[in-house]
């Protein structure tokens, strides 16, 4: 079969995982990482072989015989590192958000799309089996009967990051779970939350947002949470159910009764990264988390800003 060369952008916590994962898919070969701290590039090295490492990412994106990169380098340089990736004619898979401003999100799907390059973007949840056994069960099935509510619980304590907050940071996998599994995004979105630990930059957020078919959803994100929580609960008309989105567990409840739906549960990150390669390899791949989707979650959050900084509900 046909190899791929990539490369990772961003060698960090994250980006280590995604190189590990990369090195363990058939159709790609990892040629070459940028990070701008050189013990990022010397453990890859060390750890995966990886000998070619630069501490300026575009004298990777110079390499000829690069085809795509994976970009996690912190949010602020997202558009930047993204926007020259794709004007240096590599397909780009980058990690949620997508940028911190819509209209730079914009700005690059349009450039993907005027050089016919494949715009991935970070999704994770995407490719959980627990969240798509659901999906499958609500749009084939109908299995829950109409759904009234999703409830998503994002929490975890975390250190007081000095360059993002919790609504770019969680919120993104809220609107996009919610749009996974119902093929809607919301009309309507109402934001409280704030900092607490330091001056600016939200901590802790509760987002309700509302449906054009009347379902409400309700995101509670945290850094302030010791216990770490990834639960999504979903009430529907005939059925409810609770979903444990890190371990893939799935228990339905249903006239006072309770059972668990069996999941193969799947590694996500290695799903998501064989789907991209997939999507610039394969023309008739639909790309399950396009650039426009990551675009979308990031005009949500700007809404959610927005109806905290002046107090009341915002249509979008």
């Known amino acids: 079969m046909a190899k791929y060369n990539v490369g990772v952008i961003g060698v960090g916590y994250w980006g280590k995982k995604l190189v590990d994962e990369f090195t363990k898919v058939e159709d790609a070969n990892v040629v070459g990482v940028s990070d701008l701290d050189e013990?990022?590039?010397q453990f890859c090295a060390e750890r995966f072989g990886i000998k070619d490492g630069y501490t300026d990412y575009r004298q990777l994106l110079a390499r000829k015989d690069l085809h795509a990169v994976c970009i996690a380098v912190p949010n602020a340089m997202h558009y930047r590192v993204c926007k020259d990736a794709l004007e240096a004619g590599k397909h780009v898979l980058i990690e949620k958000p997508i940028t911190l401003d819509s209209r730079e999100g914009k700005g690059l799907v349009g450039l993907a799309e005027k050089k016919r390059l494949t715009l991935c973007v970070g999704h994770i949840f995407r490719f959980n089996n627990a969240l798509a056994e659901i999906r499958r069960l609500n749009k084939k099935e109908n299995y829950f009967g109409r759904l009234y509510l999703i409830e998503c619980n994002w929490l975890n304590l975390e250190k007081a990051f000095p360059d993002r907050d919790v609504?770019?940071?969680l919120a993104p996998h809220m609107f996009d779970i919610q749009n996974y599994l119902t093929d809607q995004?919301?009309?309507e979105v109402s934001c409280t939350g704030g900092p607490f630990r330091r001056k600016e930059g939200e901590e802790t957020a509760y987002i309700v947002s509302k449906f054009k078919d009347g379902m409400i959803s309700l995101a509670n994100?945290?850094?302030l949470v010791p216990k770490k929580t990834r639960q999504i609960f979903i009430a529907g008309e005939t059925r409810s159910a609770l979903i444990d989105a890190v371990a893939q567990k799935i228990t339905v409840y249903e006239s006072g009764y309770t059972k668990e739906i069996l999941i193969n549960s799947n590694n996500t990150i290695r799903d998501e990264l064989v789907?991209?390669?997939k999507s610039f390899s394969g023309p008739q791949t639909e790309t399950r988390n396009s650039g426009a989707i990551g675009v979308?979650?990031?005009e949500l959050i700007e809404a959610a800003k927005?109806?905290?900084?002046e107090g009341r509900v915002v249509k979008v």
Do not use: A
């Open 39 to 41: 013990k990022n590039l």
């Open 167 to 169: 609504l770019f940071d």
């Open 185 to 187: 995004w919301p009309i």
């Open 221 to 223: 994100i945290s850094w």
């Open 275 to 277: 789907h991209f390669v």
């Open 296 to 298: 979308r979650t990031v």
């Open 306 to 309: 927005r109806s905290m900084r």
